[in-house]
């Protein structure tokens, strides 16, 4: 595949990025019951689909911080530390972004109660 990919002969490496990542740092006063991975889905530095519950006490409001991910393995390249390129699945957003984790933003209150499955995909070279 090496020799596919970059036109000459190698060695293939294993991707650092295949872990899985950590929820952590979630902000229970901004009204959320949970965020967990999705049942069942990938969940690796390069794609995940995180479930977020709205708890009982009101809406998840809009421009909230909701928890910080971590990489499993930070992100590098030959330079050195490298901040990848974070997308996420409306109505998240990623901010304070750098090679080693991320927050995660809300752009759209989630009402009490309510379940949303939302992808997150992560990029760098």
Known sequence: WTNLFSGSPGTA?????????TIGNIQPGNNIGSITFSPGS????REMRIRIT??????IPAQS???????A????????????AVVCGYP?????????????????SINTGETRDIPILVGGR
């Open 13 to 21: 490496t294993a991707d650092p990025h295949l872990g899985t990542p």
């Open 42 to 45: 990938t969940k690796n530095d």
């Open 54 to 59: 709205a708890g009982g006490g009101g809406n």
């Open 65 to 71: 911080d909701l928890c910080t991910i971590t990489f």
């Open 73 to 84: 393995s930070a992100w590098s390249n030959s330079n050195g530390p490298l901040v990848p």
């Open 92 to 108: 998240l957003f990623a901010s304070q972004t750098n090679n080693q984790a991320f927050v995660v933003q809300l752009a759209e």
